[in-house]
């Protein structure tokens, strides 16, 4: 194997667990991967499986039951606490509340390992400092306490703080589980560009698959006898995704990278028209329990064009006009039942 | 650009100079407070009896009561409030619950009854007055051990139970349990042994011998050291055991350490004045209203000079100024230190788990 020298971080043989007494609770089979400088690695796997464990086991917060991690080629056996703090940052699930303290003095905190032992922040950490809070907007923020913000600007000041940590990997545990859908692409955008602009290589667990699709450099994929690494795409085209889900009611579509539920059809629908009108309709009709086919029968439904405002539903008995998808699949569930 | 970027921002000397003029002013008010601890008391002397009674070598009544009570007593107050207000400060951060205090987790029983121990449990032939030099150390470290391990003990609960009430609810068992324990050992002690742990009990500011107000010196400023090489560390356990070992630091090693100056401090201000109540648990919250900061290399100052502000005052107040009679200590910082309590308790129903 060709020795890679953008390689930042490789896990060889990793088993990873809990310890408990004397037994050793080892939770998946060995684990090989690697990551490279600036790559955005989204790490999937179901409930309970293992990636916070293998997430903290990274960050030395947990040992490792066997197997090697490998820091630029060193062994993270071989590092002090003091020195891995300046290989890599942590964000947990934990959400940090303290009274009193700024957003300044948490991003502060990151400079725990760069500074002596009275913690005394010099010049050169104060600029390290402002610089981290500037790059994660939050500047606006710097005086004020942490209990004051947002679940989303807390978690932006969280990423200045390990950026401020100045490590060249991060390493977060779902990052965006509790924001909303704006804080979560805000977040994922800023974790984008510090992977682009700043280098930095982030590894981060999360739930929502569509968005680790599109936007990861690379997955690690944890299913319950491996790990499979690779750019999203390339897992999606091997149908991995598939063994996240052990019902059988659930499908993933290695065409466009949506969900589906595999329930019965209701019956066969042809629609007329083309667009995004066309694309939202055959969603609706999807959702509702039809399928969408390709030979034109009674009945059928055309979409609206530019010289026709409403659905029409195209019936033996008629033609029936509605303004809103709403109205046109309300109408299909009603009128329809039972295949057609 | 930097420059200009300084100056919006939190960290300009603004924020520098209102710390320097708080640290300031509770130095003065220590030092008003350390006076009028001297001045007044139950029997009245004339301020200028007192100056001369400090600075001449005579040998009158006023000399004894100012050089062989007030004196030492004050001193004392000063180093018990300093050292529960510190170790409170110290627990609140390492078990991150702003209900945490040398009395309210029980750390106080644990020193009694390492006291007790001593006492009734050793030798017959311990009495108050044979309890000098060596001996001091001994009750000391007896204390200290006991503050210790009622501190391990908590440390292993909280580990399992996150809820601040519920470690709250145990460290009273806790206590409820090492009282218990005492008063069997006292069953069956001799009346001697009884005696002399009896006395230990009443224990106040005023009745220290010049030996044990050195040894609780001594010992308090290895604690008050020790917590000032802990600073870096308090402030990344704010942040939670995770964070602060993804951050460097060792945890366990910080953890002993901080361990280790909470007992001296909590335990040697036991071994000698028995329990003081609230002080410990409510300074710190003072400090952070006053300094608004959770830094610890600001709060560590503040809260000594905090603790002695407050426990001189209540010395001052316990006295009843020219009156003949003296309140209990223990009163007077109850009512200073509840209503911080019950504050802190209010506060705390809408943001839980945090001080």
């Not at chain 1, 299913?223 to 999606?236: Q, R």
């Not at chain 2, 009544?61 to 409170?88: C, H, M, N, Q, Y």
């Not at chain 2, 060596?134 to 007896?142: K, P, R, S, T």
Request: charged residues 15%; hydrophobic residues 45%; contains cysteine.
């Amino acid at each position: 194997m060709k020795k890679n020298l953008k390689e930042i971080l490789s896990l060889d043989s990793l088993k990873i667990g809990y310890v408990s007494g004397k037994n050793e609770n080892i939770l998946l089979p060995p684990l090989n991967a690697s990551a490279d400088r600036g790559e955005l690695i989204a790490v999937i796997g179901r409930n309970g499986i293992g990636k916070s464990t293998l997430l903290r086991t990274l960050t030395g917060l947990q040992r490792l039951l066997g197997g090697e991690i490998f820091y630029s080629g060193k062994s993270i056996r071989e590092f002090s606490r003091m020195e891995l703090a300046q290989k890599v940052g942590y964000i947990s699930t934990e959400i940090v509340k303290v009274n009193n303290m700024s957003v300044y003095d948490l991003v502060a905190m990151g400079r725990f390992p760069h500074t002596n032992w009275t913690g005394k922040i010099e010049k050169i950490d104060h600029e390290v400092i402002l610089d981290a809070i500037e790059k994660t907007s939050m500047s606006s923020f710097c005086g004020k306490f942490i209990s004051e913000l947002s679940d989303g600007e807390r978690q932006k000041a969280m990423i200045a703080r390990i950026l401020a940590q100045d490590t060249g990997i991060m390493v977060m545990d779902e990052p965006t589980a509790f924001l909303d859908v704006a804080g979560k692409y805000e977040i994922l955008y800023l974790m984008n560009m510090l992977s682009r602009k700043n280098n930095k290589t982030i590894i981060y667990s999360t739930h929502d698959l569509q968005m680790a699709i599109s936007q990861s450099d690379k997955i690690w994929l944890i299913l319950d006898n491996k790990l499979i690494e690779g750019a999203p795409e390339d897992i999606m085209l091997s149908g991995a995704f598939d063994h996240l889900f052990n019902s059988s009611t659930v499908k993933f579509n290695s065409e466009d990278g949506t969900f589906s539920s595999t329930k019965d059809t209701l019956g066969n629908i042809f629609i007329e028209g083309e667009g995004s009108k066309r694309y939202w309709t055959e969603k609706a009709i999807n959702r509702a329990g039809f399928k969408v086919s390709k030979e034109k029968r009674i009945p059928y439904i055309i979409v609206p064009s530019e010289s026709d405002y409403s659905w029409q539903l195209v019936t033996e008995t008629g033609i029936l006009r509605f303004i809103t998808v709403y109205e046109l699949i309300a109408s299909l569930r009603g009128t329809i039942s039972g295949p057609i | 650009m930097k420059a200009v970027k300084q100056n919006e921002l939190s960290v300009d000397p603004d924020t520098g100079r209102k710390v320097r003029l708080i640290f300031s002013g509770l130095l003065l008010l220590v030092v008003i407070f350390l006076i009028l601890d001297i001045f007044l008391g139950s029997v009245s002397i004339k301020p200028i009896d007192v100056i001369r009674a400090i600075f001449t070598h005579s040998h009158g009544d006023f000399e004894t009561i100012i050089l062989k009570f007030r004196l030492p007593k004050a001193i004392t107050a000063l180093t018990v409030g300093v050292a529960l207000s510190l170790s409170g400060l110290q627990m609140q951060t390492v078990f991150r619950n702003p209900m945490a205090g040398p009395d309210v987790l029980g750390i106080s029983s644990g020193a009694s009854l390492g006291v007790a121990f001593v006492i009734l449990g050793f030798s017959s032939n311990i009495t108050p007055e044979s309890l000098n030099g060596l001996g001091n150390w001994i009750l000391v470290a007896a204390s200290w051990i006991g503050a210790g391990a009622v501190m391990l003990l908590i440390m292993i609960i909280s580990s399992r139970v996150k809820d601040i009430m519920t470690i709250l609810i145990l460290g009273i068992m806790l206590s409820a349990g090492i009282s218990a324990v005492v008063t069997i050992m006292q069953y069956f002690s001799n009346e001697t042994m009884l005696k002399a742990y009896v006395i230990w009990t009443m224990g106040s500011l005023g009745n220290l011998t010049v030996n044990q107000l050195n040894v609780l010196l001594i010992s308090v400023s290895a604690g008050i050291i020790l917590s000032l090489f802990s600073s870096k560390m308090l402030n990344a356990l704010l942040l939670g055991e995770n964070y602060a070992g993804s951050i460097g630091l060792n945890v366990k090693f910080a953890r002993a350490v901080i361990f280790a100056s909470t007992s001296i401090l909590a335990g040697s201000v036991t071994a000698f004045c028995g329990p003081i109540g609230f002080i410990g648990i409510a300074v710190p919250h003072i400090v952070r209203i006053l300094f608004k900061t959770s830094d610890h290399k600001v709060l560590i100052p503040g809260t000594v000079l905090m603790g002695g502000v407050v426990m001189l005052f209540s010395d001052i107040v316990s006295q009843l100024p020219g009156s003949e009679s003296v309140l209990p200590v223990n009163a007077v910082t109850s009512l200073i230190g509840i209503p911080v309590v019950i504050w802190v308790i209010f506060r705390n129903r809408k943001y839980t788990g945090s001080f």
